[in-house]
């Protein structure tokens, strides 16, 4: 690799406006408009518990409202039945329980939090029915210490925690650091350019020049990866401290990720521009649009077309660089385990490098008759 070209390729970056805009800028932009957009929607609200009264006209079930403190899911009050229906006419609780003839719950309209209690209900008279009829026909049981030992909530499933904040919105900005790395395929596409000679008078008078063009090629590459992936840092740390998104505490395997995602996005343009023989204005534009595709697949613009994709079609997003890098970082903020970022962070590089060695064999083979 050759230094003074790196170092001027990296300044020619450093001075393109469009580059600047669309590798740099851009993605600062986006995120400042999701910022905007989801700040609000992932907000946590504290649960209030539901309003219920208890009429202290007929006899409740024993045990009935200690169960419903228990649960820390009801404000119990203790009142009349004519008092209850003042409270429930005025909307100042979700519904009041009487005991007449059975356990009834009165209420005005259905609702989340109606529901919350006739499901209690329902669940407590099941349990409950179920404890007398075994009683009844066992009594010996009541000395055996059966309701001390009955359990009535066996859990069958173990809760185990995946990451300390789960915030479903940060897909969207995993997507655009995906987009932040593709987006320097069209620098890629350029930097070939550069080095066919049939494509300008810069890229001819660089043939003819002492340094072989793989060297030119790869040392225009490099400075792309590196402008690209300062452009990401940049871009993770204005959102994770000016905009306060919680990335998690594994920032250096999400740092690498996007190492090997600079790297690859380079390399799938400069294919891309050895492949297709059409003006490089037009190579680019194309480029430009298939890596916001790509983007839109990992779920940048709709979260759900990631797993729409991953469950209609997963060998797309086991080919498409975006959703990799997504799906890397999607694993490493809601996983203890790092099987699935691995397997993500292999299947970019190899990407990666088998457009590398494609370019490279193609790039090697062409021959110019005179320039």
Same mark, same amino acid.
């Given at each position: 690799?050759?230094?003074?070209?790196?170092?001027?390729?990296?300044?020619?970056?450093?001075?393109?406006?469009?580059?600047?805009?669309?590798?740099?800028?851009?993605?600062?932009?986006?995120?400042?408009?999701?910022?905007?957009?989801?700040?609000?929607?992932?907000?946590?609200?504290?649960?209030?518990?539901?309003?219920?009264?208890?009429?202290?006209?007929?006899?409740?079930?024993?045990?009935?409202?200690?169960?419903?403190?228990?649960?820390?899911?009801?404000?119990?009050?203790?009142?009349?039945?004519?008092?209850?229906?003042?409270?429930?006419?005025?909307?100042?609780?979700?519904?009041?329980?009487?005991?007449?003839?059975?356990?009834?719950?009165?209420?005005?309209?259905?609702?989340?939090?109606?529901?919350?209690?006739?499901?209690?209900?329902?669940?407590?008279?099941?349990?409950?029915?179920?404890?007398?009829?075994?009683?009844?026909?066992?009594?010996?049981?009541?000395?055996?210490?059966?309701?001390?030992?009955?359990?009535?909530?066996?859990?069958?499933?173990?809760?185990?925690?995946?990451?300390?904040?789960?915030?479903?919105?940060?897909?969207?900005?995993?997507?655009?650091?995906?987009?932040?790395?593709?987006?320097?395929?069209?620098?890629?596409?350029?930097?070939?350019?550069?080095?066919?000679?049939?494509?300008?008078?810069?890229?001819?008078?660089?043939?003819?020049?002492?340094?072989?063009?793989?060297?030119?090629?790869?040392?225009?590459?490099?400075?792309?990866?590196?402008?690209?992936?300062?452009?990401?840092?940049?871009?993770?740390? @204005?959102? #994770?401290?000016?905009?306060?998104?919680?990335?998690?505490?594994? /920032?250096?395997?999400? =740092? $690498? *990720?996007?190492?090997?995602?600079?790297?690859?996005?380079?390399?799938?343009?400069?294919?891309?521009?050895?492949?297709?023989?059409?003006?490089?204005?037009?190579?680019?534009?194309?480029?430009?649009?298939?890596?916001?595709?790509?983007?839109?697949?990992?779920?940048?613009?709709?979260?759900?077309?990631?797993?729409?994709?991953?469950?209609?079609?997963?060998?797309?997003?086991?080919?498409?660089?975006?959703?990799?890098?997504?799906?890397?970082?999607?694993?490493?903020?809601? @996983?203890? #385990?790092?099987?699935?970022?691995?397997?993500?962070?292999?299947? /970019?590089?190899?990407? =990666? $490098? *088998?457009?590398?060695?494609?370019?490279?064999?193609?790039?090697?083979?062409?021959?110019?008759?005179?320039?």
């Amino acid at each position: 690799m050759s230094f003074l070209i790196f170092k001027y390729s990296f300044k020619s970056l450093l001075k393109d406006k469009m580059a600047l805009f669309w590798m740099l800028c851009f993605p600062l932009i986006l995120s400042t408009f999701f910022n905007l957009a989801f700040s609000n929607l992932m907000s946590n609200e504290s649960f209030e518990k539901v309003k219920i009264a208890i009429t202290t006209d007929y006899a409740m079930p024993e045990g009935l409202d200690n169960t419903m403190n228990e649960s820390n899911l009801f404000d119990l009050s203790y009142t009349t039945e004519t008092e209850a229906k003042e409270l429930l006419s005025d909307k100042k609780i979700t519904g009041y329980i009487k005991n007449s003839n059975e356990l009834e719950l009165v209420i005005l309209s259905s609702g989340l939090n109606q529901s919350i209690v006739k499901v209690f209900l329902d669940n407590y008279i099941q349990v409950s029915t179920t404890i007398y009829s075994i009683i009844d026909g066992n009594p010996q049981l009541i000395q055996m210490g059966f309701l001390e030992n009955a359990s009535f909530n066996e859990k069958f499933t173990e809760d185990t925690p995946a990451s300390d904040s789960m915030n479903m919105i940060v897909i969207y900005y995993f997507a655009l650091l995906a987009m932040t790395c593709l987006l320097s395929a069209v620098a890629g596409c350029n930097a070939i350019s550069l080095v066919q000679a049939n494509q300008s008078t810069l890229a001819a008078r660089i043939n003819v020049a002492p340094t072989h063009k793989l060297k030119a090629f790869l040392s225009m590459i490099s400075a792309t990866i590196c402008f690209q992936f300062l452009s990401v840092i940049i871009a993770i740390t @204005y959102i #994770t401290q000016v905009l306060k998104v919680e990335f998690g505490d594994k /920032l250096l395997h999400i =740092g $690498v *990720l996007c190492l090997v995602g600079c790297f690859t996005g380079p390399m799938f343009g400069a294919l891309f521009g050895l492949l297709v023989k059409l003006k490089a204005e037009v190579k680019e534009m194309l480029l430009s649009n298939i890596c916001m595709v790509m983007s839109f697949l990992s779920g940048l613009m709709v979260l759900q077309m990631k797993y729409i994709v991953q469950e209609k079609a997963p060998i797309i997003a086991y080919i498409n660089p975006a959703n990799l890098i997504t799906d890397g970082l999607y694993a490493l903020y809601y @996983y203890d #385990t790092f099987e699935r970022y691995f397997l993500n962070l292999t299947l /970019l590089g190899s990407l =990666g $490098v *088998l457009f590398c060695t494609i370019s490279i064999m193609v790039l090697r083979r062409q021959k110019y008759a005179s320039i």
